[in-house]
């Protein structure tokens, strides 16, 4: 049997000292979904900014997108990592998937939906993971993992160097 944890015992266990903290866009309609999201990653110090709709996060993306590169020439993601629900009220998380692979195809996405019926084109545009709600910390931290976000106190844990990267 797998032993349960709270949200709160695993991110006390788990807090973070980033020297440079990833940055997250989390999307999604449901404010306990983005409550729930951002309560796990800033607990792991990461830092989050979220979106309800996605006009918003393509407005939140492009913010990032001219603050890393068009003013400070870094070339490196937008965003770390980008959470998306896929069914979002007005334009879809599918459009902007398609928007945010034009400004930066490589960026990392996952994508989190209630129901994973109906994902099976996401491929065609580009390489995502998907996470299915609800949402567990293991899932998170899974998907942190899969994209090479790796978290400095585990690194300690074991005793070898782990550098926080976006891949």
Not at 29 to 35: G, I, R, T
Not at 45 to 72: C, N, P, W
Not at 137 to 165: C, D, F, K, T, Y
Request: overall charge negative; charged content about 20%.
């Amino acid at each position: 049997m797998i032993p349960r944890f709270s949200t709160v015992q695993l991110i006390d266990d788990l807090v973070c000292h980033w020297s440079m903290p990833p940055e997250i866009l989390v999307v999604d309609d449901e404010p306990a979904v983005v409550e729930i999201l951002t309560e796990i990653l800033t607990g792991l110090g990461i830092k989050v900014t979220t979106a309800v709709s996605g006009e918003e996060a393509l407005e939140r993306y492009r913010e990032m997108y001219g603050h890393r590169f068009q003013d400070s020439g870094v070339t490196a993601h937008p965003f770390d990592i980008v959470f998306l629900d896929i069914k979002l009220p007005g334009m879809s998380g599918l459009d902007v998937l398609r928007e945010v692979r034009k400004l930066w195809p490589p960026q990392p996405v996952v994508i989190i939906s209630g129901a994973l019926e109906g994902l099976h084109g996401l491929a065609r545009h580009g390489p995502v993971c998907i996470d299915e709600k609800p949402l567990t910390i293991e899932g998170v931290r899974l998907a942190l993992a899969m994209h090479n976000i790796r978290m400095p106190s585990m690194a300690r844990r074991i005793n070898r160097p782990v550098v926080a990267a976006s891949g």
